[in-house]
C-alpha cells in the first residue's frame, strides 16, 4: 500500500505540474495579447479573471460530482478540456475569443486542486499526509517555474499561437497517462480509519464534513487574501518589469525565478510550520511578502530580478501551510466537497483580484496597484490569531 500511495502522489504530482503550467503561461501571455489586441489594463484584468473565475466556479461540482463518478475520470476530463482551451486560444482573434476559452479552460482545470487533493489524503490516511500534500503542493511550482519560461522562449522562436497549442497537446498527452495511471491506482487505495469514520458523523449533518468551522472559516479568509495577493501581483509584475527595461523572454525568465524560489518556500515552509506552528509560519511570509512588493517597485531591472527569488519563497510557501491544515479541520469522507469549497472560495478571490486591481491600475498606474497588493496582505495577520485557537501548535521543550 505504501508504494500504491506514492504512485498516486506521484501522478497527483505530474497533473499539477501540468494545470499550474497552463495557469501561469497566461502571465507570459498577457502582455503579449495587451499589445497585439490592444488591451487597457481592466481588460487585461478581465482576462485573468475570466480563467481563474471558470476554475473556481468548478471547484465545488467537481467536488460533490467525484463522490458518485471518482476523482480519476473527471481529472482526466478536466484536463482534456483546458488542455483544448489552450490549443483553440490559438486561433483567438480579440477579446471576447480569448474570454470565452479561457473561461471554458478555467472550468476544466477546477477539477485538479478538489480532487488531487483528496486522492493524496486518501493515499496518506495513515501516513505523513501534511508532508505529502507539501510534496503535491510543491510540484505545482515546478510547473510555474518550468513552464511560463518554456512558452515564452518558444514564442519567441514560433509566436505565441503555436507555444500556447504545443503546450495544449502536451497537456492532452497528459489527460490520457493520468487516466491510465489512476485506473489501476486509486480503487486500491485504503479506506477510511475506524476513528476517521466516527469523526465523520458531524460531517455528514454539516453536509461540507467541517468540524472545526470557526477555524475554517478563518483559514479560509487567509487563504482568500492569500491568493487575491498572489494573483494581483502576478498580473502586474511583468508590466512593472517591461517599464524598467525587461524584454518578454526576460519576463519568462524572471517568473522562473520568482516560482523557483516559490517552489523552495512550498516545501521549506511546511517544515518550518512543523517546527514554528502554522501560525508564526504565516505571520512571517505574508509580512515578508509585503515588505518584498514595496522593494521590489523602485528597485532597477537587476535588483528586481535579484530580490524575485526570496520573494517567491515568501509569496508562495504560505499556500503549503495553508492547504495541509484544511484536512485537520474536516472529516474524511467529505474531504473532497471540503477542499472543493476551499478552492472555490479562495481561488474565486484570486479570480476577483486581477479585474479590481486592473481598474486601479488603469486610474493610478502599476506602481500604485502593487503598493494596494501589499497593504492587502497585511490584513491577514489580524485572522491568524482567530485561526490559532483553533490549530495545534508544536510545543517546544
Known sequence: MRSRARAVLAAACSIHFVHDGFSDILYVLLPIWASEFRLTFAQVGVIRTAYSGGMAAFQIPAGLLAERWGERRLLAAGTAVTAG????????????????????????????????????????ETGPRRAALGTYNFSGDLGKVAV??????????????????????????????????????????PAPAADDRAQATFGARSGWGIRNLRGFQSLTAIGMIDN??????????????????????????????????????????????????????????????A???????????PAALAILPLMGVALNGTSSVLYGTVADLVSADRRSRAYGLYYTLTIMSSALAPSFYGLIGDVAGVSTTLVGVSALVLTTIPLCLVLRASVAEPVRA
Not at 509566436?159 to 489512476?182: D, E, F, P
Open 291 to 301: 515588505l518584498g512588493i514595496l522593494v521590489l517597485i523602485p528597485a532597477p531591472l
Open 148 to 189: 511560463p519560461a518554456a512558452v515564452a522562449f518558444a514564442a519567441l522562436l514560433v509566436g505565441w499561437r503555436a507555444a500556447s497549442a504545443a503546450y495544449g497537446v502536451i497537456g492532452l498527452v497528459a489527460a490520457a497517462a493520468i487516466l491510465g495511471i489512476l485506473a489501476r491506482l486509486a480503487p486500491e487505495l
Open 228 to 289: 487575491a495577493t498572489r494573483t494581483g501581483f502576478l498580473t502586474f509584475l511583468p508590466f512593472a518589469l517591461i517599464a524598467k527595461g525587461s524584454s518578454v523572454a526576460g519576463v519568462g525568465t524572471a517568473l522562473a525565478l520568482l516560482f523557483a524560489g516559490g517552489a523552495v518556500g512550498k516545501f521549506a515552509c511546511g517544515l518550518v510550520a512543523e517546527r514554528l506552528g502554522v501560525i508564526r509560519t504565516v505571520v512571517l511570509t505574508e509580512a515578508a511578502t
Open 85 to 124: 482551451g489552450f490549443i483553440v486560444a490559438g486561433l483567438a482573434g480579440g477579446f471576447l475569443s480569448l474570454l470565452l476559452v479561457l473561461l471554458i479552460a478555467g472550468l476544466g482545470s477546477g477539477v485538479q486542486h478538489p480532487l488531487s487533493s483528496s486522492l493524496v489524503s486518501k493515499a496518506y
